[in-house]
């Protein structure tokens, strides 16, 4: 059973920059494709960023693109969110998700299904 746990989420003024983090436990996690996704509220799960198992491959959201950079440590069971210049629009609950049969190669990352686990989620508030 694999489990995810968020941290470093948090209040910043518009502009500023927050890095957050997901650590991963109980299961394989250099053969797991890993996925961000946030939430405001009233709004659909949306997709972030998404990064591929040895971290070679990323994709992002166009939202987010030139701002965001996923990254992971597979010796450290963690992946990274690095959120530059933010907006009041950044403002919501922000989510890892695990894909641990990324043998299904139908979804694509930004795809809610092709994750199969997710953590609890961290809050991320953008003020202006």
């Known amino acids: 059973q694999v489990q995810l746990v968020e941290s470093g989420g948090g209040l910043v003024q518009a502009g500023g920059s927050l890095r957050l983090f997901c650590a991963a436990s109980?299961?394989?996690?250099?053969?797991?494709?890993m996925g961000w996704f946030r939430q405001a509220p009233g709004k659909e799960r949306n997709f972030v960023a998404g990064?591929?198992?040895?971290?070679?491959?990323?994709y992002y959201a166009d939202s987010v693109k030139g701002r965001f950079t996923i990254s992971r440590d597979n010796a450290k069971n963690t992946v990274y969110l690095e959120m530059n210049s933010l907006k009041p629009e950044d403002t919501a609950v922000y989510y890892c998700?695990?894909?641990?049969?990324?043998?299904?190669?139908?979804?694509?990352?930004?795809?809610?299904?092709?994750?199969?686990?997710w953590g609890q989620g961290t809050q991320v508030t953008v003020s202006s």
């Open positions: 998700a695990a894909d641990t049969m990324s043998w299904r190669t139908f979804y694509s990352y930004s795809d809610r299904e092709k994750y199969n686990y």
């Open positions: 109980g299961g394989t996690f250099s053969r797991d494709a």
């Open positions: 990064i591929n198992r040895n971290g070679g491959n990323t």
